[in-house]
């Protein structure tokens, strides 16, 4: 089995910048590719940012290209969601997901964290 566990949420002003840690915990977890998402109240979970397992690839929803980027941690076993110029639209819970290969759809993940509160004013 794959844990996660998300952390470095919080309240920001926009324009600044917040960097998300999903803590990745098994065996085999260094091998999945991760997607970051986000729900605000009465929406949709959405994709943000997804990375394959190698890390090499990458991809970004529309509404956060140039803004936000996805990496792997040296030691494989933490990914980020790097965030810059926040705007209150950004404001969500975000959750990072594990899969066996980068999608778009939450569906297409197997495992996911519990979430870590993202908050701009504006």
């Known amino acids: 089995q794959v844990q996660l566990v998300e952390s470095g949420g919080g309240l920001v002003q926009a324009g600044d910048s917040l960097r998300l840690s999903c803590a990745v915990s098994?065996?085999?977890?260094?091998?999945?590719?991760m997607g970051w998402f986000r729900q605000a109240p009465g929406k949709e979970r959405e994709f943000v940012a997804g990375?394959?397992?190698?890390?090499?690839?990458?991809y970004y929803a529309d509404s956060v290209k140039g803004r936000f980027r996805i990496s792997r941690g040296n030691a494989w076993n933490t990914v980020y969601l790097q965030m810059n110029s926040l705007k209150p639209e950004d404001t969500a819970v975000y959750y990072c997901a594990a899969g066996w290969v980068v999608g778009t759809a939450a569906n297409e993940y197997h495992y996911w964290g519990q979430g870590t509160q993202v908050t701009v004013d504006s």
């Open positions: 990375i394959s397992g190698s890390g090499t690839n990458t």
């Open positions: 098994g065996r085999t977890s260094s091998i999945y590719a």
